[in-house]
């Protein structure tokens, strides 16, 4: 195991040094100003022990830890198969298979959770399943991403060789399959987690009054009560909850390991007695993450009791194409400063020791700084003079960047890692300089990784709520927030258009998806050849 | 390779700097003196009137209006009150009187007595005699009931708050939740404004009753409500005006509304407009609110936000008057109490209800 792990000695770290300097310069700037403001501007001692002797405190951070750490086991459950079957064989609609998975993870939780009103049977209604099924449907998309792209780095031959020297499936799982995915599985695990810690519009929606995360109460806190102060206060509470859970799993999970390998691996094909299981798990999945996007269409087209297409017609109605706009300029601008924040992250985390641990724990954290905490810092730190952003259309760019680019992080890190040092050695050797070496080895080994950070920071923000409903913006809303305007308005008509712009995000982002699908797999097949 | 990588960190660093000099050239066209004047606008997501309705403000005095909306009115007047003096915008539109007093203490708004003033309904005037803000339009937030599924089963539909309590209505009211919710928080100060000291009895018996708390107000008309969605519940805290909606939005148009209010249970809703202290255009911003309170506009509310007009003056369309009621006596509290009391309220009605 060691042997293995000491493939990736640290390079020179000049340029992890400056990248790390840009990456903690845009977080000082855009994450750690606005939290700090909020807590010298909003919290006095007091404040703290009014809010920390409450029972009702420890309620609520009791019941945000126990219901993420259920949501994530049983989203580890029910990903694993179809997680095995794209990251490990090799079939027809592989690609679409993994898109339609993914498409859960970026719709708007607001969207999602109303899918679910209609889908489920209303005896399940506000119940812990309901906040489970829905949390599992979110983070799929996280597992089979983050555990099946680490598996399709897995020898197939290496197993096979084992099988026919006599191990046992399970030995072969123990020894092969899990030390490679450990370190994957741990992150997945640690990014769900932090995600269904501070879930918000699936606990308010499904989970009903009588469920409350840190999250929503810090919201009901701040806007519904009008108190600040206890708001921050539980911000914080979050917060430190959060690095301590991040520290603990780091310990847990230990290093990762690094892999030496050049040429991408064949996947393997899917046996004949598996055919079976192979279809079942895929069907299984495709059924359940499209039967709410399925609901949504339905809704799009029923008005009152009828069915009709008058809402559809109403598609290039103004302030409808106007979000439509609005949320395709800031997912692109996210898209794009957010791959290159997580491309220095990433730069800086594998090239630096401690400070790249640090930047690595930083990215993580910045998961936990719950989005309406987040933009409300934002809206109240950057207010003066040349400063004051609050209105600009990119601002709410901005803050997307900082809720997408640590799940980049985690698809990049790993595949960065895979690339051996043996290249950089020879290339230098060779008198290729470090910049030289970044571009032409690491950047371009990186390219189908960086496509996917991209479709998925694009889609992270098509998608994005929280953060968005809460700075204001100038020239028309995110589509989101307009879905969730509609959907607060009365009227059978009103209502019809929510679920088209719904059905319409959730096209969307399915065709995104295979695009970014196919886009890798062409230069997959390029790099292979 | 390097040409494009080079290319992308250039169109990087383009973007970043675009969005640098956009921000800035903004910035200049509110402040300088020269060119045309651009008032912002802070609003709420509800707010929607005629999407071309400034284009007659610009028309008549130069001055260019930018709606910026965002979120909730409770999200709007939070982030108002912490901006307090430095504000994001020149108006803003959406604090209502159970916001009121937290907006007038953080000191939010400039004073303004609009020309308008005496065609206002008074009782909204005099809500802020000193004109620190401006009322803009009233509603009601009542119990509506599905009147096929009452006169199917030969019941009567219930007329008061205390007459909820009785069986013959158990399992049958669903209501948004106040904490989260504005016609939620509107419908507890009913309850309080009703029964006084009493509200607390008065929900632990609907407790009993099996009333059901939802977390906002389309999850309680369209998830629950029978009229409106496949739910069980033919009672439903809504709107006075969520009847003629449910006409005029319905394709083709019924001839009845299939919805109606119970008109002693309402709770009265007052909005207002105000100009953010710390403006640099305080004289257009005036205009603005005479601009806001003008027939013209007061006109366009009923049949885009479904409210009534506070201007006594402007006509409401028929089709909204044939469906839309207007109690004669509805509860109130006054903004003092209610900024004064809110957070206690609200932390008593969860204990009671939500633990």
């Given at each position: 195991?060691?042997?293995?792990?000491?493939?990736?000695?640290?390079?020179?770290?000049?340029?992890?040094?400056?990248?790390?300097?840009?990456?903690?310069?845009?977080?000082?700037?855009?994450?750690?100003?606005?939290?700090?403001?909020?807590?010298?501007?909003?919290?006095?001692?007091?404040?703290?022990?009014?809010?920390?002797?409450?029972?009702?405190?420890?309620?609520?951070?009791?019941?945000?830890?126990?219901?993420?750490?259920?949501?994530?086991?049983?989203?580890?459950?029910?990903?694993?198969?179809?997680?095995?079957?794209?990251?490990?064989?090799?079939?027809?609609?592989?690609?679409?298979?993994?898109?339609?998975?993914?498409?859960?993870?970026?719709?708007?939780?607001?969207?999602?959770?109303?899918?679910?009103?209609?889908?489920?049977?209303?005896?399940?209604?506000?119940?812990?399943?309901?906040?489970?099924?829905?949390?599992?449907?979110?983070?799929?998309?996280?597992?089979?991403?983050?555990?099946?792209?680490?598996?399709?780095?897995?020898?197939?031959?290496?197993?096979?060789?084992?099988?026919?020297?006599?191990?046992?499936?399970?030995?072969?799982?123990?020894?092969?399959?899990?030390?490679?995915?450990?370190?994957?599985?741990?992150?997945?695990?640690?990014?769900?987690?932090?995600?269904?810690?501070?879930?918000?519009?699936?606990?308010?929606?499904?989970?009903?009054?009588?469920?409350?995360?840190?999250?929503?109460?810090?919201?009901?806190?701040?806007?519904?009560?009008?108190?600040?102060?206890?708001?921050?206060?539980?911000?914080?509470?979050?917060?430190?909850?959060?690095?301590?859970?991040?520290?603990?799993?780091?310990?847990?999970?230990?290093?990762?390991?690094?892999?030496?390998?050049?040429?991408?691996?064949?996947?393997?094909?899917?046996?004949?007695?598996?055919?079976?299981?192979?279809?079942?798990?895929?069907?299984?999945?495709?059924?359940?993450?499209?039967?709410?996007?399925?609901?949504?269409?339905?809704?799009?087209?029923?008005?009152?009791?009828?069915?009709?297409?008058?809402?559809?017609?109403?598609?290039?109605?103004?302030?409808?194409?106007?979000?439509?706009?609005?949320?395709?300029?800031?997912?692109?601008?996210?898209?794009?400063?957010?791959?290159?924040?997580?491309?220095?992250?990433?730069?800086?985390?594998?090239?630096?020791?401690?400070?790249?641990?640090?930047?690595?724990?930083?990215?993580?954290?910045?998961?936990?700084?719950?989005?309406?905490?987040?933009?409300?810092?934002?809206?109240?730190?950057?207010?003066?003079?040349?400063?004051?952003?609050?209105?600009?259309?990119?601002?709410?760019?901005?803050?997307?960047?900082?809720?997408?680019?640590?799940?980049?992080?985690?698809?990049?890190?790993?595949?960065?890692?895979?690339?051996?040092?043996?290249?950089?050695?020879?290339?230098?050797?060779?008198?290729?300089?470090?910049?030289?070496?970044?571009?032409?080895?690491?950047?371009?080994?990186?390219?189908?990784?960086?496509?996917?950070?991209?479709?998925?920071?694009?889609?992270?923000?098509?998608?994005?709520?929280?953060?968005?409903?809460?700075?204001?913006?100038?020239?028309?809303?995110?589509?989101?927030?307009?879905i969730a305007r509609l959907l607060s308005r009365t009227g059978d008509l009103v209502r019809a258009q929510a679920f088209v712009l719904a059905s319409l995000l959730a096209v969307v982002c399915i065709a995104a998806l295979v695009l970014v699908e196919f886009a890798l797999g062409k230069s997959d097949h390029v790099a292979r050849r | 390779m390097k040409i494009r990588s080079l290319l992308i960190g250039l169109a990087t660093a383009g973007t970043l700097l675009a969005a640098c000099t956009s921000g800035s050239t903004n910035d200049v066209a509110v402040t300088t003196n020269d060119g045309p004047i651009t008032l912002r606008l802070l609003a709420h997501e509800s707010f929607t009137p005629t999407e071309t309705i400034f284009d007659d403000f610009t028309l008549q005095t130069g001055i260019k209006v930018e709606l910026v909306r965002s979120s909730d009115a409770g999200t709007l007047?939070?982030?108002?009150?912490?901006?307090?003096?430095?504000?994001?915008?020149?108006?803003?539109?959406?604090?209502?009187?159970?916001?009121?007093?937290?907006?007038?203490?953080?000191?939010?708004?400039?004073?303004?007595?609009?020309?308008?003033?005496?065609?206002?309904?008074?009782?909204?005037?005099?809500?802020?005699?000193?004109?620190?803000?401006?009322?803009?339009?009233?509603?009601?937030?009542?119990?509506?009931?599905?009147?096929?599924?009452?006169?199917?089963?030969?019941?009567?539909?219930?007329?008061?708050?205390?007459?909820?309590?009785?069986?013959?209505?158990?399992?049958?009211?669903?209501?948004?939740?106040?904490?989260?919710?504005?016609?939620?928080?509107?419908?507890?100060?009913?309850?309080?404004?009703?029964?006084?000291?009493?509200?607390?009895?008065?929900?632990?018996?609907?407790?009993?009753?099996?009333?059901?708390?939802?977390?906002?107000?389309?999850?309680?008309?369209?998830?629950?409500?029978?009229?409106?969605s496949d739910g069980e519940r033919p009672l439903v805290v809504s709107y006075a005006t969520s009847p003629p909606a449910e006409v005029l939005f319905a394709d083709p148009r019924p001839t009845q509304a299939p919805t109606a209010v119970a008109a002693l249970t309402c709770f009265r809703q007052y909005e207002f407009a105000g100009i953010l202290r710390g403006t640099k255009h305080e004289p257009q911003a005036q205009l603005l609110i005479d601009f806001l309170v003008s027939r013209q506009f007061q006109e366009d509310l009923p049949l885009t936000q479904f409210v009534w007009p506070i201007n006594n003056k402007a006509s409401v369309p028929k089709e909204f008057l044939d469906y839309a009621l207007r109690p004669e006596n509805p509860l109130t509290i006054g903004p003092a109490i209610i900024a004064q009391r809110r957070a206690e309220w609200l932390e008593q009605f969860s204990d009671?209800?939500?633990?």
């Open positions: 195991m060691n042997r293995v792990a000491m493939s990736q000695p640290v390079l020179h770290p000049t340029l992890g040094r400056v990248a790390a300097l840009v990456v903690a310069l845009w977080l000082g700037v855009f994450l750690v100003a606005p939290v700090l403001t909020m807590t010298v501007g909003f919290v006095q001692p007091a404040d703290f022990l009014r809010v920390l002797t409450r029972s009702s405190t420890w309620q609520l951070v009791w019941f945000s830890l126990w219901q993420s750490a259920l949501s994530v086991a049983v989203t580890l459950v029910v990903a694993a198969p179809v997680t095995w079957l794209i990251g490990l064989h090799h079939f027809r609609g592989r690609r679409l298979l993994r898109a339609v998975s993914t498409v859960g993870f970026l719709l708007p939780s607001v969207v999602v959770a109303t899918a679910f009103l209609a889908v489920l049977p209303r005896s399940l209604h506000y119940t812990m399943f309901a906040v489970v099924i829905a949390h599992v449907y979110f983070n799929i998309a996280v597992v089979v991403r983050v555990v099946g792209a680490r598996l399709e780095l897995l020898d197939v031959q290496l197993m096979n060789a084992a099988r026919t020297l006599g191990a046992s499936p399970t030995v072969v799982w123990r020894t092969i399959v899990w030390p490679l995915i450990r370190g994957a599985t741990v992150a997945a695990a640690a990014v769900i987690f932090l995600y269904c810690f501070s879930s918000f519009a699936v606990i308010r929606v499904l989970g009903g009054p009588r469920r409350s995360t840190l999250e929503s109460d810090i919201a009901l806190r701040a806007f519904g009560i009008g108190d600040i102060s206890a708001a921050t206060v539980l911000a914080l509470v979050q917060l430190v909850i959060v690095v301590g859970v991040i520290g603990v799993v780091r310990r847990l999970s230990g290093r990762e390991h690094g892999l030496s390998r050049l040429a991408t691996l064949p996947l393997t094909t899917v046996m004949h007695r598996q055919r079976l299981f192979a279809i079942g798990v895929a069907g299984a999945t495709a059924t359940f993450v499209l039967l709410p996007i399925a609901a949504l269409l339905w809704r799009s087209v029923q008005v009152g009791d009828a069915s009709s297409l008058a809402a559809w017609r109403t598609v290039f109605d103004t302030s409808l194409t106007a979000s439509i706009r609005a949320s395709a300029r800031t997912a692109l601008l996210a898209g794009v400063l957010g791959v290159a924040l997580a491309v220095l992250t990433t730069l800086a985390v594998v090239r630096l020791g401690t400070i790249g641990r640090l930047i690595d724990m930083l990215s993580i954290v910045v998961l936990a700084v719950s989005p309406v905490t987040l933009g409300l810092g934002l809206v109240l730190t950057f207010d003066v003079g040349w400063f004051d952003w609050r209105a600009q259309w990119w601002f709410v760019a901005v803050a997307h960047t900082l809720v997408a680019f640590p799940l980049a992080v985690r698809v990049l890190v790993p595949a960065w890692r895979t690339t051996p040092i043996g290249l950089h050695q020879a290339a230098a050797v060779l008198g290729a300089g470090e910049l030289r070496r970044l571009v032409d080895i690491d950047l371009r080994r990186m390219r189908p990784a960086i496509v996917a950070s991209l479709g998925l920071i694009v889609a992270v923000s098509l998608g994005e709520f929280g953060a968005a409903s809460l700075m204001s913006r100038a020239g028309g809303e995110t589509m989101p927030v307009m | 007047v939070t982030k108002a009150v912490l901006a307090s003096g430095n504000p994001e915008g020149d108006v803003l539109w959406g604090v209502d009187n159970t916001l009121l007093s937290r907006a007038l203490d953080a000191d939010v708004f400039v004073p303004y007595v609009t020309v308008h003033r005496d065609d206002l309904d008074a009782v909204a005037v005099a809500l802020a005699p000193d004109g620190a803000v401006t009322p803009v339009d009233s509603g009601d937030v009542c119990i509506n009931y599905d009147k096929a599924w009452f006169a199917e089963r030969n019941i009567t539909p219930p007329l008061t708050l205390q007459a909820l309590t009785s069986s013959t209505y158990r399992n049958l009211l669903v209501t948004p939740n106040p904490v989260s919710s504005s016609p939620g928080l509107a419908f507890l100060l009913a309850t309080i404004a009703e029964f006084g000291d009493g509200w607390q009895q008065w929900w632990e018996t609907m407790r009993t009753n099996n009333i059901l708390i939802v977390e906002s107000w389309s999850d309680a008309y369209y998830g629950h409500f029978t009229a409106a009671i209800m939500l633990r």
